[in-house]
Nanobody
């Protein structure tokens, strides 16, 4: 069993920044790839960013490249999503997820464990 707890969401104006955190417990954090996904009302859950076990490989949704950065801290068992230059279309519930392997992936179904989500709202 893996527990993932997200934090850091909130309300921010367009152009602002937020940093999301996801604290993991219950498994060897450093052995597994992690991802961030989001889901807006009425839409499917979509990929945002992913990071490999070692942290040396990252993937991003095209629309967030250059604005978002995913990172991980093995000592704290935590993965982060730094979000800059936020836009109203970034508004969604953001979820972190853990894979069963160390290879990063953008596919929702490749992830086994999910957090409860944290709301991000960007006002125009």
């Amino acid at each position: 069993q893996v527990d993932l707890v997200e934090s850091g969401g909130g309300l921010v104006q367009a152009g602002g920044s937020l940093r999301l955190s996801c604290a993991a417990s219950g498994r060897t954090f450093s052995s597994y790839a992690m991802g961030w996904f989001r889901q807006a009302p009425g839409k499917d859950r979509e990929f945002v960013a992913a990071i490999s076990r070692s942290g040396d490989i990252t993937y991003y949704k095209d629309s967030v490249k250059g604005r978002f950065a995913i990172s991980r801290d093995g000592a704290k068992n935590t993965v982060y999503l730094q979000m800059n230059s936020l836009k109203p279309e970034d508004t969604a519930v953001y979820y972190c997820a853990s894979r069963g392997t160390g290879i990063a992936s953008s596919t929702v179904s490749h992830y086994n464990y999910w957090g409860q989500g944290t709301q991000v709202t960007v006002s125009s």
